[in-house]
């Protein structure tokens, strides 16, 4: 059996660190992390979710209930996903970056089958800002949009600024 590192896991409320809180259907916990708005006015929310042996980043859309990840060319969903929650303690932010560049602090999203780091991004896409993971070995950010896996090879990666030990 393969494991994902970190899937499923709840921290205790409060920890010091990046939170992931399990989630299902149109349901975000308090906190939650926004990387976007749609269209409509509905906040895309950091996501990640289980494809195969990957745990990837992508965006929640609350109203159909599910996580959209990129993944092989295309969009896939999943009613079952983590969200991405802020303490009190950890300040987010949005950094610019280009061609794989990861800065410094930059949120893990995820894991690559063969254990290799995903990054949590995002992109603007038809005047929409759409999280997804950044793959540093193509140098690009990859998100789910519209059935489609798009790739840009400018982006933005959240990291974390600050962190109240």
């Keep these: 059996m393969f494991h ?14 990046p939170n992931w809180v399990l989630s299902q259907g149109r349901y975000a916990p308090p906190n939650a992390v926004v990387a976007g708005v749609g269209h409509d006015g509905e906040p895309f929310y950091v996501g990640r979710t289980l494809h195969g042996n990957n745990l990837i980043p992508g965006k929640v859309k609350l109203s159909q209930g599910k996580c959209y990840v990129p993944f092989g ?14 303490t009190e303690d950890i300040m987010f932010d949005w950094l610019p970056a280009s061609n794989g560049a990861i800065p410094a602090g930059a949120i893990i999203g995820g894991y690559k089958s063969d254990g290799k780091r995903m990054f949590v991004g995002r992109a603007l896409h038809n005047n929409k800002q759409i999280p997804g993971k950044v793959n540093v070995e193509n140098k690009c950010i990859y998100i789910a949009d519209g059935g489609r896996e798009i790739s840009y090879n400018s982006y933005e990666v959240l990291v974390c600024r600050m962190v109240d030990l």
């Design 73 to 86: 060319g295309q969009e896939h969903s999943s009613s079952n996903y983590e969200i991405l929650v802020q």
């Design 4 to 17: 994902i590192p970190g899937f499923g896991f709840n921290r205790p409320v409060g920890a010091k660190h």
